[in-house]
């Protein structure tokens, strides 16, 4: 499988790691404590195209392919992954919109990413999370339009967004075939902003309610038909999940590397730790289980970009296998740190609770291997 990226693509990868490891990096520990992104990085976000990173050519994108969105992903992640969730949120926001929106609908959205704008995907719900057929926001017909009354939560890019692809119940007596899907101006009459989570990790991503009362969308803004939100949903959860597998990666890489340096320098009983076998085991199964999920991850693209049949089990074992690995190798890469790792002085701890929120948005792990199991005993 050729995983190979034309020079342009590279280029796009080399710029998300130098403002990972030059802008984001540098300032990562003071905004995971104070859960405040500067107008500067945001703008360094912007005008660098990591917030517009699915935008097609003919939208004014970059037209990157998939593969090359996750290695975008993987680098900006190894920089701070709340920042890289930011820019992944816009991504999994557009999706949808490509997918089902008609050519006015694409444009308004892209129009508005490229512009600068922000964008949340809103399908969640308090009683819709993994069950997310039970959605019970409610979308009634009126004329020319909709009346959409509900609540949305723990939504990415919530408070920053000015575009949310909303789900929304046209059917009264709710059910996966009454999901449809909306595109919604965030300053629009009867939207606001509920309560902003305080969160363990991914702590520079602002995540939120969204509250909808009798906020009138137009027809113009129902994307696709009525009850297609469903299958809408499930085909954007198997573009994205690929690139929370990359997300995953790059907090795995970066937890590896500030391991190694730290055993290379740290001495005790008169020598490097990294010299003691014990270390030496924790950073190889470190090491070995970061390139067998970077492999899964990057395949999974490349069978979405060839429409494979398993394309959407690689998706979800890519998204399961890298975020639980993620989980060990920073866990690990405290352990390799010691006392130090443990503190919020350094990055050890930073990556461990980065990695927890890996294994649960864009869908449990519990799902992802219920999705994987379904297809292995179909
Ligand atoms: N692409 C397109 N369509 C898909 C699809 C995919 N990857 N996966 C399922 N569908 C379609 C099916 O084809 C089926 O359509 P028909 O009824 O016309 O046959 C429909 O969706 C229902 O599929 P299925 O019966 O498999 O759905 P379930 O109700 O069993 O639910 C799970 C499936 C549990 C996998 C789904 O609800 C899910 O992914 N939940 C997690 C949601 C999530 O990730 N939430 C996180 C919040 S968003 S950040």
């Not at 790691?17 to 500067?40: F, H, M, T, W």
């Not at 119940?169 to 902003?196: P, Y």
Request: glycine share 8%; with cysteine.
């Amino acid at each position: 499988m050729d995983f190979s990226l034309t020079p342009k693509q590279r280029e796009v990868v080399e710029l998300a790691r130098a403002i990972a490891q030059e802008e984001i990096k540098v300032a990562s520990l003071i905004i995971d404590k104070n859960g405040i992104v500067p107008d500067s990085l945001m703008n360094i976000l912007k005008q660098s195209g990591m917030t517009q990173l699915a935008i097609p050519k003919e939208y004014g994108g970059a037209g990157l392919d998939i593969l090359t969105v996750a290695m975008v992903a993987e680098q900006l992640a190894m920089g701070c992954a709340g920042i890289a969730t930011i820019c992944a949120a816009n991504a999994l926001a557009t999706f949808p919109v490509l997918q089902a929106g008609n050519e006015e609908q694409k444009n308004i959205w892209c129009n508005c990413l490229n512009e600068g704008g922000m964008a949340a995907f809103a399908l969640t719900e308090p009683g819709a999370g993994s069950d997310a057929g039970a959605v019970s926001c409610q979308a009634k017909k009126v004329d020319d339009g909709y009346l959409i009354s509900g609540n949305k939560s723990f939504i990415t890019n919530g408070p920053i967004a000015d575009k949310i692809a909303l789900f929304a119940n046209t059917r009264q007596e709710g059910g996966i075939r009454g999901l449809t899907l909306f595109m919604v101006d965030a300053k629009a009459k009867g939207v606001s902003i509920g309560k902003k989570e305080d969160k363990m990790g991914i702590r520079a991503s602002s995540t939120s309610e969204i509250i909808f009362e009798d906020c009138f969308v137009p027809d113009s803004q129902r994307i696709g038909r009525e009850g297609r939100g469903f299958k809408i949903a499930m085909q954007t959860l198997q573009t994205s999940r690929p690139v929370v597998g990359a997300l995953s990666v790059g907090i795995a890489q970066a937890a590896l590397d500030e391991a190694v340096a730290y055993s290379q320098q740290r001495k005790q009983f008169g020598a490097k730790v990294s010299s003691f076998q014990m270390v030496q085991e924790m950073i190889a199964n470190m090491a070995m289980k970061i390139e067998a999920a970077r492999g899964l991850v990057y395949r999974a693209c490349v069978m979405q970009m060839n429409n494979d049949p398993q394309a959407a089990m690689f998706s979800a074992m890519s998204k399961c296998y890298a975020s639980d690995i993620a989980m060990e190798v920073t866990t690990d890469a405290v352990q390799v740190m010691g006392g130090v790792g443990y503190t919020r002085d350094f990055f050890g701890e930073k990556y461990m609770r980065d990695a927890k929120i890996m294994q649960l948005y864009e869908g449990t792990n519990q799902i992802q291997r219920l999705v994987i199991a379904n297809e292995v005993l179909h």
